[in-house]
């Protein structure tokens, strides 16, 4: 009995045992299910936030980015092009494919699958702005296309990269073949031809847009050559739309290059495309003194292109200041009328300066005047060219450097 009494003891004792293990093993699972349910609620609230996080975020993006409206065969949206598809024409961004550094970043050269040459400017993704002009960029390029404005073919705003793909100019910048890079010198004709090619382009982007287009950057760097030297304007960065109808001015803050800016927009911040007429002009006088447009390493009265050059054709002496390789190859009227055209542009004021349509039509006349046959007077045809005239020049420049360098 005390036996069965303890083996009964013994069974209520397990009984009791196992209701308490039951117990804890519910309490547990019941913890566990309550804590999964908790875990997926806030699972699903996470995930709802960073779906809804994703969604501000791609609308953010999506702002930057301006959809072209001509196809490519790189994307079905325009004008975008795959990262991974620029990254195999440049061979990964190699450094020793750069053509150019500038304010935006760095141009590469690349080509694309199909065998076309491109350059690829890589923008900086922290710079606000390269933003600004990476939008502008392509907003300006896609509404018009040109024979004197360079072409966009493509852009990439994957990964927050700013990429811009231009067509390839294979001559480079206008800069780099009047002097500091060793190229040979061009002709006057070619110099004249490149000058009306720009022309064009800056009359185009004035006149034939539903808006006003200012370029606000015309410089030697951003007039670009192709394998037959014809002139393309470039970098539209900085570009903005002109004045409404009941305006005569744009109030803005000053961008541009120094040697190159409007000296009325630079002290009143007001903006017209006299502004391209006046930067304009001093490249024409870059063209023809084949110098740069501020060099500190000339005397203090040759500092500035243009005021130095003024000074010489106030005086009807600007044969003097001419690129050396030049002497003897300039017809006297030729170089007259174009000496007119540089100093209108020049013009202290904008109202008193030319619009680029005159501009236009008188290099075309500079270059008429060049190419003039005289009947009858083959010597008159070989001999009237300007430096004979002017045996004063100096004519030991480095053509490379500063061919005019003749003090006032």
């Not at 999964?36 to 609308?59: E, H």
């Not at 970043?105 to 694309?112: R, S």
Request: proline residues 3%; charged residues 25%; aromatic residues 8%.
């Amino acid at each position: 009995m005390n036996n069965s009494e303890g083996s009964l003891s013994a069974a209520d004792s397990v009984i009791i045992l196992s209701d308490s293990s039951s117990k804890k093993n519910v309490g547990v699972i019941v913890g566990v299910s309550i804590g999964a349910f908790i875990s997926v609620v806030l699972a699903g609230i996470l995930f709802v936030l960073y779906r809804k996080r994703r969604r501000l975020d791609y609308q953010k993006q999506s702002k930057t980015r301006i959809p072209l409206s001509m196809g490519s065969k790189y994307s079905n949206n325009g004008y975008r092009i795959p990262f991974l598809a620029l990254q195999e024409a440049t061979n990964n961004f190699d450094e020793s494919w750069v053509i150019g550094i500038g304010g935006f970043g760095k141009v590469y050269k690349g080509v694309l699958s199909d065998g076309t040459k491109v350059a690829v400017k890589k923008g900086n993704p922290q710079s606000q702005q390269g933003l600004a002009e990476f939008q502008t960029e392509i907003e300006m390029l896609s509404q018009f296309r040109h024979r004197h404005l360079v072409s966009l073919i493509g852009y990439c705003d994957e990964k927050n990269e700013m990429i811009l793909v231009y067509e390839y100019m294979e001559n480079g910048t206008l800069k780099s073949h009047l002097y500091g890079s060793g190229l040979p010198s061009m002709s006057w004709k070619e110099r004249l031809e490149i000058c009306i090619g720009a022309a064009r382009g800056l009359h185009y982007l004035h006149t034939g847009y539903t808006k006003v287009i200012i370029h606000r950057d015309v410089k030697s760097a951003n007039i670009l050559l192709d394998e037959n030297l014809i002139a393309k304007v470039a970098d539209f960065g900085l570009s903005k739309t002109g004045p409404e109808i009941d305006q005569t001015h744009v109030s803005t803050a000053v961008k541009g290059s120094f040697g190159y800016l409007d000296p009325e927009y630079f002290w009143r911040q007001q903006l017209t495309e006299k502004s391209d007429v006046y930067s304009f002009g001093v490249v024409l006088f870059e063209v023809l003194c084949a110098r740069s447009v501020l060099d500190s390493s000339l005397s203090e009265e040759m500092l500035y292109l243009a005021e130095w050059a003024m000074k010489w054709q106030k005086r009807g002496q600007l044969d003097q200041i001419i690129d050396t390789t030049l002497v003897g190859k300039i017809r006297p009227d030729s170089l007259k009328k174009f000496g007119e055209i540089a100093e209108k542009c020049l013009a202290d004021s904008g109202v008193d300066r030319p619009s680029m349509g005159d501009v236009l039509w008188n290099l075309e006349y500079a270059l008429q005047l060049q190419e003039r046959v005289i009947d009858g007077d083959p010597k008159e045809n070989k001999s009237n060219l300007i430096g004979e005239l002017s045996p004063q020049v100096n004519n030991s420049g480095d053509s490379n450097t500063s061919n005019s360098a003749v003090p006032v």
